[in-house]
């Protein structure tokens, strides 16, 4: 796995776990952190924030379903699509995955989405992103 791929699965690994503990919408969670500049500090101090445990940075006491674990695995191979397909920085990646009606699909376990390959949800995102919609009949 290379540098830039920790990067984005630790980024991705605070939001999730962000939005666990303040039992907030991943969505809101990542906005949250973007708009106050977490995910700015995350990316310029990861050489030292990585090495710290997430108990150092949030009160862990929850355990992941699989749901949300493969949500996650979801959301970290999007943004990594997303940083070679369109060459930006995963910090604007994540910016727009997160603002997108397929994250919101996505999280919702009634859609089934999370069930799917995540180059299959990256599909899904990038007829969103070409058509402005989401145009998949099935979610």
Same mark, same amino acid.
């Given at each position: 796995?290379? +540098?830039?791929?920790?990067?984005?699965?630790?980024?991705?690994?605070?939001?999730? +776990?962000?939005?666990?503990?303040?039992?907030?919408?991943?969505?809101?969670?990542?906005?949250?952190?973007?708009?106050?500049?977490?995910?700015?500090?995350?990316?310029?101090?990861?050489?030292?924030?990585?090495?710290?445990?997430?108990?150092?940075?949030?009160?862990?006491?929850?355990?992941?379903?699989?749901?949300?674990?493969?949500?996650?695995?979801?959301?970290?191979?999007?943004?990594?699509?997303?940083?070679?397909?369109?060459?930006? +920085?995963?910090?604007?990646?994540?910016?727009?995955?997160?603002?997108?009606?397929?994250?919101?699909?996505?999280?919702?376990?009634?859609?089934?989405?999370?069930?799917?390959?995540?180059?299959?949800?990256?599909?899904?995102?990038?007829?969103?992103?070409?058509?402005?919609?989401?145009?998949?009949? +099935?979610?």
């Amino acid at each position: 796995m290379n +540098e830039e791929r920790k990067q984005i699965n630790y980024a991705v690994v605070c939001v999730s +776990e962000f939005a666990r503990k303040h039992n907030l919408a991943i969505k809101d969670a990542f906005q949250f952190l973007f708009n106050f500049k977490a995910i700015e500090f995350l990316k310029e101090n990861y050489d030292i924030e990585h090495t710290l445990s997430l108990d150092d940075t949030l009160d862990d006491r929850y355990t992941m379903t699989k749901q949300e674990q493969l949500i996650e695995y979801h959301i970290q191979d999007i943004i990594a699509y997303m940083v070679k397909d369109l060459q930006i +920085e995963y910090d604007q990646a994540m910016q727009i995955f997160y603002n997108s009606q397929t994250l919101d699909k996505l999280t919702d376990v009634e859609t089934g989405l999370y069930l799917e390959s995540s180059a299959y949800v990256y599909g899904i995102f990038q007829d969103e992103r070409n058509f402005g919609f989401l145009i998949q009949a +099935e979610i």
